[in-house]
């Protein structure tokens, strides 16, 4: 006689909130080492509309790159201290939310390099509240 099958019930929102998450990613991905125009809604000092802290960079979008939360693909602009708002720069890693869907691109001037740690360092204040890693390939 077989084993009896196990059933296992699956909550259909973490499969579709993973399933967003992979998409977003292979989106992000395709970024990588390029140099995509850049708008900033949220230039470094102002304040997140919702939350109330201060961008301590500039951060914004990829207009017209959809994302699987519906809106643009974001992106932190590293390397520089004057607030901006548009640039193009390279992508040279992606924020990888493992508990949100909101995906980022980290992009710098021209041969500006940045460690792990310098990356992690400049957007804690807002990844501070999301399980995030860097994906740099």
Known sequence: MPPPKLEIEVDPYIMENQSRQKKTLEIAREFLGKKPPLI???????????HGFVYEVNYGYVP???????EELDAYYLGTQESLEKVDGVVIAIIHRENDDDD????????????????MKSINFQEKFFKSVIVRK
């Open 40 to 50: 900033f809604d949220r230039p470094l000092g102002s304040k997140h509309p919702k």
């Open 64 to 70: 017209g790159v959809i994302a699987s939360d519906g």
């Open 104 to 119: 980022k691109l980290i992009v710098v001037p021209d041969g500006v390099e940045l460690s792990d740690d310098e990356i």
